[in-house]
């Protein structure tokens, strides 16, 4: 491994780090000022400030992909030889990889439709519809035309509350990027018997 990827991936443990740090007293006090956030990520088509919006748990969903993703573009840099299959498995994890941390990932890899949808479903001047409790961590605030966005707060609380409308989206990716992560560790394998094989 070159020195500057070493470099590369040094950094983007350390900023894992700082964000899962940074997630010990983050979110929003009230889900009202939570939504008014959101908002203004929308507005301003920031997907950094539409990560800090975010609830506890889709950010926990970045923070697993990110690990994966690097983890996974380490092992095939490692093991995989020289060829199409490792450059097209490079280029899939190179965002994780090579991202400062989950919410710079995030901001990179946000789909534009993500826009158009939000967009549709918020609105200045506060919660349009007003709030309605849910659960205790839970609420739900309508939005522009009737949109029903849930915010949900970290059950230690000190998380504070976050928009939770793109946490399944999350954990989808999430379950693929650890999926995806034990097909190359598999795959790692395979390569190093073959080398092993042609060796003897």
């Known amino acids: 491994m070159s020195a500057d990827l070493r470099a590369r991936l040094a950094a ?20 009202e000022s939570a939504y008014d956030k959101l908002v203004g990520a929308v507005e301003s088509r920031d997907a950094g400030l539409l990560f ?3 609830d506890m748990e889709t950010h ?5 992909i990110q690990r994966a993703h690097r ?5 095939v840099l490692s093991n995989f030889p020289e060829g199409a299959e490792r450059e097209l498995e490079l ?21 534009a439709a993500t ?22 961590e839970q609420v739900e605030i309508t939005g522009r035309g009737n949109a029903k966005m849930t915010f949900r707060r970290h ?15 999350g954990k989808a990716l999430e379950k693929r990027a650890l999926a995806d992560l034990e097909v190359i560790r598999n795959n790692a394998a395979d390569h190093e018997r073959a080398a092993a094989r042609a060796a003897r």
């Open 71 to 75: 983890e996974a573009y380490d092992v």
């Open 12 to 31: 983007a443990v350390l900023g894992g780090f700082a964000v899962a740090v940074a997630c010990s007293a983050g979110g929003s006090n009230t889900a």
């Open 155 to 169: 059950r230690e609380r000190r998380w504070g509350w976050g928009f939770a409308g793109l946490v399944d989206e």
């Open 115 to 136: 826009w158009t949808t939000l967009g549709a479903q918020v609105g200045t001047g506060g919660a349009a519809g007003g709030l309605r409790l849910v659960g205790d």
């Open 60 to 64: 926990w969903c970045w923070m697993t």
């Open 91 to 111: 280029k899939r994890f190179v965002d994780g990889a090579t991202a400062e941390n989950p919410r710079a990932l995030f901001a990179r890899v946000l789909p």
């Open 52 to 54: 800090d919006a975010l």
